[in-house]
């Protein structure tokens, strides 16, 4: 500026400078996303308890699933301990863990699998039937839904470690990957007791 | 540096465009005029009453919020006045004067005093705001039902209103009558707020503000009129193509009237032998499906009660006045008089739709 | 000074035939184009929602009219509403966002992308998506074209009994698209502003806009899902015969409104905090005054964003709730207006002391600031929970929320237009053609909603295709109708405007305001990497500091 008289005034030096990853970041922006999107479903299945018109009701039709919740709460484990081993360079190790995790959660996915077919096929209990069955698939299938999409990325780096591919240098993504599935089994507990114990 | 220059003020001349600007598009607008059609009676017969208006309440709901609402517009033009006043004060006194030497004005980064001042004085207003709000919620709504109190279901369709009087016996449409009450002996109706497909809201503006009639739920207000007359409300929430038809009239009466009324309505629908001819094509026809006149097979429930047609001011909910030729009108295409309505056109040859008009104008 | 760290643009561009450069910006992965193409894309949709409100304007101007039929009346009021809030207001505002949030905290690009490219096609294409249904949606039932059931889409009339066709499936799928769209911005935009500060900028030292861009995409972040979950249940009940919204099937009416407003209302701030950002970098540099109270602006932008989750009923009032749950949203509704009111006071005493230039930026933004607080404060006459029991529904609310939404956010769109396109293209918009777009806009807007105000209180429902005469509403409807129109020729000049000075508008440089954020440091347009080096900041105004080394910000931060 030309108005500016002279006598400058020496800045401060700027400290260090370290800022969190953005993958990170996004992570944790797409996780608290989805919880929104996870809640109104929930509000929904918890607004609706006991006004379905027509049977059956929860209690006819619905068991805990106790297996599947302990495959897929066990997967949580798994992942971590295959993220550390990675984060220490031991590929093979990781792969291990990566493998039971996948395992485990195919396990969860084929749990639900079965539960539909019994209900759809045996007791003829479909989305259409009542508001519970309106919300019961919604809520489950929404969650089996992300199950999904979360193992068919862990099977996409299964198949890359396989390949020989996976390293040290992306022990940070699988930890991200690690997140968005531990987010989902949390998101199961939440599930779980609201179909299969307060709404029954 | 560019931005100092200051653009001159110019004379008149953005005035004269303006004046333009709004010739023309008063041009366009009134290209829109030749398309407005018959109101088919209705302006002539709505000049005769008050308009619907929110500040010429003549009911207690009606009222209460009017002196809510004054309260509420006289805090809000205070502060219109005193920030929009400081605004207009700061442009004009701070405005960058022609002489101006160049140097930057001094750098005010805040003062916590002043911070905390604004923030304490709007949540002061605020507070006393919400104290008279809740005031008059409790006042309007938890009003408690006195026993001698008229009730009155409401039940909205797609697009008119089914009212029943369940203690009575009566079911008619569009049109409510309701006793008046006067302070001294209070006689307030209670309505029953149900619908038989999609949202409505029952609003006549002078006798209380909106509630809702949503399926599958039971809503309740209350109204209390002071002073008799015809009273002119609508449906307020969008309810499909012909919402804005969805008209209603409440019809406030000194006792006795109202007596007469609820007499007239409790008698089964008129018989005159020389509209024989009418009521045969109109029981053959499947106007029966949809329409009730009590005392015949026409027993449907899906378009408004017919027993007594002629004792109503309107036609389609408002959307035309009662008279011979609107109603023949109506009968051979509704859609004429109210596009889109669920009635469809029954193509009743001339001979048929006179005699079935003569027979409607015979239930009075 | 700025030269020194200004570089002159690579322009490899106008080498290129015309398909190239075309298939360049369809290809591009580059904020400043995608923000560029938001904002331009959102201005085309404006210009069609506009006029499909003319024509309702036209319709509307005498009682009993029959310009349009009611279906096709309804049809314009429901894509007006939709296309303007989705289709305008979101695309212009992320626009901007993506334009100038990493130019002004000294980033290359935001930190994804290709995401952000991604979120961009969604929202295009559901945009199509919704127009694209005047075409395909009569679906197997021959019943409507475009969707006629407002932008708020109550249950059960979007249910398969009362809305038959595809229309309604067309609003849901583009609505659902340009959400996840919108979703994908926020996420970047989070990351970005976490992740890719450059050096000294911290979080206390980023400008207003980015503090409030950040406070959008949280809002974005948790508002939006829940319209997203709406609309899935919605298709579940068209497609798959689920109960969520079905009456008849003892589902609940009111579920939906609920989910819809715990969206709306959140959304209206998600629209209004980036006017509120604009003014917040206009309003200093016209006023040659550093923003007043800078900690308080950003905390009552916070408190706004917080309160705003919990105020949704207040759209409802009319449903007969609880009269503890009325007067709750009363409260916490009118609660809203302090923190907003801080945000006022703040600008007011920014312009206080100042040596104010009326450059049209700065016009449109006083215009805001007057418009806005009338606004709001017939906002809080609509939280007076049994006041608006009168009031909702009615043209008042209409005028409630075109106050805010033209009278705030178009406003400060149109301002942020005339102090950033020089910086977006090198040149400046001309003055002259701006100050007429200012009156007669400000003329057209104040003609045709402050009458409707008075509609409302006069009776008149909103959504009504036509009145009858009679009832005292046909001289307020045919003064709104003629400001509509002379609202009209002001964007005509707007546009006129921006075609004339894209040729021959006077050169920029690259700091034409003599402004204060980073942004304004490097050419204009600037290069694709934004900065030959990375910048690194010590206050919250960089170029003050350059241009008074004698007197830096950074002494009183
Ligand atoms: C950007 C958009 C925007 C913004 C910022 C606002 C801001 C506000 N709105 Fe508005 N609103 C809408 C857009 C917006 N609104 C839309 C689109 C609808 C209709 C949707 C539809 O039905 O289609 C709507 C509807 C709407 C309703 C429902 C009406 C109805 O349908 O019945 C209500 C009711 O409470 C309301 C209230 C408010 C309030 C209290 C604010 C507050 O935030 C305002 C705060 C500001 C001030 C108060 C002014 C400045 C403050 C001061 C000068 C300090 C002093 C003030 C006090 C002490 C009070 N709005
Ligand atoms: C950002 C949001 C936004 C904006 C900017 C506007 C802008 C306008 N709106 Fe809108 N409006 C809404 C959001 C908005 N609206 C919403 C959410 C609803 C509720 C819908 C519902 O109920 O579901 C609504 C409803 C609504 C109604 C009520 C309908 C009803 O209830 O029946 C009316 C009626 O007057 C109206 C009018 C207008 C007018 C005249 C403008 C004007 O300001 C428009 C100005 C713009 C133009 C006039 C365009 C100019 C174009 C040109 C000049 C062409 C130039 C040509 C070339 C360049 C080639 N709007
Ligand atoms: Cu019924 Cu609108
Ligand atoms: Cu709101």
Known sequence: MASAAATPIPAPAV??????????????????????????????????????????????????????????????????????????????????????????????????????????????????????????????????????????????????TAGGHVTRRDAEHTELLSWYWHFVDAVWVVVFTTVYVIGR | MLATQLIPRWPEKPLYLVKRCILLGAALVIGAAPTAASDWGVGAANSHLTHPQVFAPVSTPARDIETLAWFTIAVCAGIALIVGGLLAYSIVRFRARPDDDGREPPQVYGSNPIEFAWTVVPLLIVFVLILTTARTIYTVQAAPRPPTALSVRVIGHQWWWEIRYPDLDIVTANEMHVPVSDPAHPAPTFLELESADVAHSFWVPQLAGKTDLIPNRKNVMWIDPHTPGTYLGQCAEFCGTEHGLMLLRVIVQPRAQWEDWVASQRRPAARDGAAGHGREIFESTACVNCHTVRGTVADGRFGPDLTHIMS?????????????????TWIKDPNLIKPGVLMPAMNLNDAELADVAQYLETLR | MEQEIALTAVDDQAALPLVGRLHQWVVTVDHKRLGLMYIGGGLFFFVIAGLQAVTMRLQLAFPDNHLVAPQVFNRLMTMHGTAMVFLVGMPILTGF????????????????????????????????????????????????????????AYAPLTERAFSRGNSTDYWILSILLTSVGSTATAINIVATTFSMRCKGMALGKMPVLVWLALVVAFLMLVALPPLSAAQ??????????????????????????????????????????????????????????????????????????????????????????????????????????????????????????????????MLFSLGFLFQFMVAGLSGIMLGVAPFDWQLTDTYFVVAHFHYVLIGGIV??????????????????????????????????????????????????????????????????NLLASIGAVVQALAVLIFAVNVLYSLANGEEAGPDPWDAWTLEWSTTSPPPEYNFAIEPEVRSRRPLWDLKHPEDPDWQYE
């Open chain 1, 15 to 160: 400290e260090e400078w370290t800022l969190p990853s953005r993958g990170r970041v996004g992570v944790l922006a797409l996780i608290l996303t989805e919880s929104a999107f996870f809640s109104i479903f929930v509000a929904a299945y918890v607004f609706y308890i006991g006004k379905s018109l027509s049977p059956p009701y929860p209690r006819d039709v619905l068991s805990p699933p106790i297996v599947n919740t302990v495959c897929l709460l066990s997967s949580s484990v798994s992942i971590v301990f295959a993220v550390r081993a990675l984060r220490m360079g031991h590929t093979r190790v990781f792969g291990m863990w990566w493998l039971v995790t996948l395992a485990l959660g195919l396990e969860f996915l084929a749990g639900t699998a079965l539960e539909w077919h019994r209900l759809i096929y045996r007791e003829h209990f479909t989305i259409a039937t009542n508001l519970f069955g309106t919300t019961y698939y919604s809520l489950v299938g929404l969650h089996a839904l992300h199950v999904t999409v979360g193992l068919v990325m862990i099977l996409i780096v299964m198949v890359l």
């Open chain 2, 312 to 328: 109503r001011d309107t036609l389609g909910a408002g959307a035309a006045m009662n008279t011979p030729d609107n109603l023949k």
């Open chain 3, 97 to 152: 966002f993506n334009y100038l949030v990493p130019l002004m905290i000294g980033a290359r690009d935001l930190a994804f992308p290709r995401l952000n490219s991604f979120g961009f096609w969604l929202w295009l294409f559901g945009a199509l998506l919704l127009y694209f249904s005047y075409i395909g949606g009569d679906g197997l039932y021959g019943a409507g074209s475009a969707p006629d059931v407002g932008w708020f």
């Open chain 3, 232 to 361: 899935a249940m919605l298709l579940l009940d068209r497609y798959l015969g689920a109960h969520f919204f079905d009456t008849q099937a003892g589902g609940s009416a009111i579920l939906w409104q609920h989910f819809f407003w715990i969206f709306g209302h959140p959304e209206v701030y998600i629209l209004v905090l980036p006017a509120f950002a604009f003014a917040s970098e206009i309003i200093p540099v016209f006023s040659r005054k550093v923003i007043f109270g800078y900690h308080v602006m950003v905390a009552a932008s916070c408190a706004i964003g917080f309160i705003s989750l919990g105020v949704w009923a207040h759209h409802m009032f009319a449903v007969g709730m609880t009269p503890a749950g009325n007067a709750f949203f009363a409260a916490s509704t009118m609660l809203v207006g302090v923190p907003t009111g801080i945000k006022i006071f703040n600008w007011l005493g920014t312009i206080w002391g100042g040596k104010l230039r009326f450059r049209v930026p």
């Open chain 3, 411 to 476: 406003f400060m769109i149109f301002a942020a237009i005339y102090y950033w396109f020089p910086k977006a293209t090198g040149r400046m918009l001309n003055e002259r053609l701006g100050k007429w777009h200012f009156w007669l806009f400000l003329i057209g807007f104040h003609l045709t909603f402050d009458p409707l105000h008075f509609a409302g209180l006069h009776g008149m429902p909103r959504r009504i295709y036509t009145y009858q005469p009679g009832r005292g509403l046909e001289g307020l």
